[in-house]
């Protein structure tokens, strides 16, 4: 990035991930992307709900899941939500450092989230032998949920990137819509993930 | 030096204004945590219906992405009405393909 006097304000304006036309395009093109995402994950989700009883002759989803598990995960991300809301207000009130704690804290429940999903398709595969290729269901199952969980991992690594590459720049007009976006995406993940909780493991619970 | 005062005295409200923001923010929140504690209560429950379980689990899950779209995500707020446009475009799109699998998977 050349240096740009207009990207350093003496004074931060109230909305800095918005104040540049390159930041409004941003914001404009992330929710453009999240409409696009919802189609993607709308047939993910009809796909499994048709296929989810298809069990052959491996497990069905109702001796698979633990609820426990899954609870702590929710809540994880659900956490991980509010963390990248605390760093958007630091980040109005340019305060880069409360910013990057922040995002570190959700980065860091990102990576729990992941650690306990990757332990639980690890259980599935070693102790019940369901892998993708058991069932249909299994197909489907791994397809739906290893999608939101490839959405995490990107949601990380974006976000490691982000906060390295602009350690020292500090906050300007420059980065703010970058980290406004990446919150955005963050928020979005998790919206996926209340009905992925919700659809497949409580309702693969009740049949 | 009136433009002083004038910009100090939007700051402030400014202050005010994103500290409410944020009781709101951390109510939703409480409220996620709450809904997400029903939902999973009345599944583990194991005393309810799976007819009646459903829905509700279905609504609370709509509630609770409405308090992430609004509060989390600023959709609330006044110019984002194409974000709005956007999304709610995505969601007509998601609500179609969702129809065309039920019905030739039902039918």
Not at chain 2, 35 to 40: R, V
């Amino acid at each position: 990035m050349s240096y740009d006097e207009s990207l350093f304000p003496e004074k931060m304006p109230h909305n800095p991930e918005r104040a540049t036309l390159e930041g409004k395009n941003k914001f404009m093109g992330l929710w453009f992307f999240l409409g696009g995402e919802t189609v993607l994950f709308a047939s993910l989700f009809g796909t499994y709900l048709a296929l989810k009883d298809s069990v052959h002759t491996g497990p069905s989803s109702d001796e698979l899941f633990g609820l426990p598990l899954v609870f702590l995960m929710t809540v994880m991300l659900l956490t991980s939500s509010l963390t990248s809301v605390y760093a958007m207000y630091h980040m109005r009130n340019n305060d880069f450092k409360k910013m990057q704690l922040w995002l570190g804290i959700t980065g860091l429940l990102g990576i729990g989230f992941l650690v306990c999903e990757v332990y639980e398709f690890a259980h599935y595969i070693t102790d019940y032998g369901f892998t993708f290729r058991s069932s249909s269901f299994g197909s489907a199952f791994y397809t739906l949920v290893g999608f939101h969980g490839g959405h995490v991992t990107f949601g990380i690594i974006w976000l490691i990137t982000l906060m390295l590459r602009n350690a020292k720049r500090g906050l300007n007009l420059y980065n703010a819509p970058k980290f406004n976006t990446f919150s955005l995406y963050w928020h979005f993940i998790d919206v996926i993930w209340v009905f992925v909780f919700t659809v497949v493991y409580l309702m693969g619970k009740v049949g | 030096m009136t433009d002083n005062v004038e910009s100090s005295h939007v700051d402030a409200f400014e202050k005010e204004r994103s500290k409410d923001e944020m009781k709101r923010q951390v109510i939703s929140f409480a409220l996620m945590i709450v809904f997400t504690l029903a939902s999973f209560g009345l599944v583990a429950s194991g005393k309810f219906s799976s007819m009646f379980v459903i829905p509700v689990i279905l609504i609370m899950a709509l509630v609770q992405v409405a308090f992430q779209f609004y509060y989390f995500m600023h959709m609330k707020d006044k110019d984002h009405e194409m974000p709005s446009t956007l999304i709610y475009g995505g969601v007509w799109c998601a609500a179609l393909t969702f129809t065309g699998l039920a019905v030739i998977t039902w039918w």
